[in-house]
């Protein structure tokens, strides 16, 4: 059964920091490439971060230096380390696969997402 399940969010001011972890089903995170997203309001959703299944990492530009994705392959589990936070941090945050992995699966028939986790900067 596919399950994915992000915590850690919350309100913080600028220049703070939060780590986000996300709970997946073996289904989805077993092998696979990982990513965290975030849809601001008003906008589309956007990649923050990737990790493949070996733990090589890419970000955007945005987020460069600031942000760090991790994995725990026992656990099933994806982490967003998120450090000098910008008011314009401020989205839920959902995990999935990585996009090249979800375009595969998503022809397939897959278009899961979780309930994502709120993330609100104050300046």
């Known amino acids: 059964q596919e399950r994915l399940v992000e915590s850690g969010g919350g309100l913080m001011q600028a220049g703070g920091s939060l780590t986000l972890s996300c709970a997946a089903s073996e289904s989805i995170f077993r092998d696979n490439d990982m990513a965290w997203y975030r849809r601001a309001p008003g906008n589309q959703r956007e990649l923050v971060a990737a990790?493949?299944?070996?733990?090589?990492?890419n970000y955007a530009d945005s987020v460069k230096d600031r942000f760090t994705i991790s994995r725990d392959n026992a656990k099933n589990t994806v982490y967003l380390q998120m450090n000098s936070l910008k008011p314009e941090d401020t989205a839920v945050y959902y995990c999935?696969?990585?996009?090249?992995?979800?375009?595969?699966?998503?022809?397939?028939?897959?278009?899961?997402w979780g309930q994502g986790t709120q993330v609100t900067v104050s300046s």
């Open positions: 990790i493949t299944s070996g733990g090589g990492t």
């Open positions: 999935n696969l990585a996009p090249e992995v979800f375009g595969t699966w998503y022809v397939k028939g897959y278009s899961y």
